[in-house]
């Protein structure tokens, strides 16, 4: 959102005529950050910087649903598809060694083992909510049409326990005055590019556009994550019932269904 990035025009997609794209919503994610182009007209304010806002949800994804420098390697289409950190074919023996935890005994994050690309999303939020499990947790009777801002770091996921430990990004009832918090967010991975769009996940697609409106801060470097501290922070509990890493939706690259990034 913010860093340096040259522009690069987007190509329809030839089996997706422009008819068969949702239209009438404003701009849709995940996106090729790395591109700044977008022709969607349906802007809004961007949100308050996350250290305003109360967390109401953290989730992760099995490859990362945006494209960026640090993560652009093609995993496939559909919800196991997206994208893996760059790196993914350099890692060590020692680092792809099996762990406890993930599918092969049902224990810590399912779905994640050593090797793997994950992307997690902070989701933050302007209602004065607790957070909980799923988007509805971010909303309220009183508050049904909240600001959100999702700050994203895409992870290459290592059994090295020297690597960033997930405990440290995670909430625990962490409280800022009044608000609630993440521990810490990433840092040292570049500038956020921050942008205007929608929720992600597999049930939205460029023919199917999520109504939400999100302004997204997504870091365009990828960093080794130790999956013991992952496992560890599934297996401790936690408010989110988060228990499996979920699946992608497939990069959004129409230009009327994103935003300029500025």
Known sequence: MKSSIMAIAFAMPTALAAQELCTGYGPQTPRDISNVVGTNQQLWTLAPAATEMNLCNIHTHTNAEHKGPGFSVFAGSGIDGGYKCNDTDSLTEAELAPVHGGDDDHGGMAGVKPGDTIEVHWVHTSCDVTPGEGLGSCLSESCANPELRVETQVF??????????????????????????????????????????????????????????????????????????????????????????????????APELLALIQ
């Not at 609630?180 to 040292?188: D, E, M, N, V």
């Not at 929720?199 to 409106?213: D, K």
């Not at 997204?216 to 989110?240: M, T």
């Open 156 to 253: 290459l996921v290592v059994n090295d326990e020297s690597a960033l430990d997930f405990r440290d990004f995670a909430y625990d009832g962490n409280m800022v005055g009044n608000l609630h918090q993440p521990k810490s967010l990433p840092t040292g991975t570049g500038d956020p590019v921050v942008f205007a769009g929608s929720t992600t996940g597999p049930s939205y697609s460029q023919t199917t556009c999520s109504p939400f409106q999100v302004t997204w801060s997504v870091r365009p470097q990828c960093a080794k994550l130790d999956i013991n501290s992952l496992h560890e922070w599934v297996e401790a509990g936690n408010v989110f019932n988060e228990d499996h890493s979920h699946g992608v939706r497939q990069l959004v690259t």
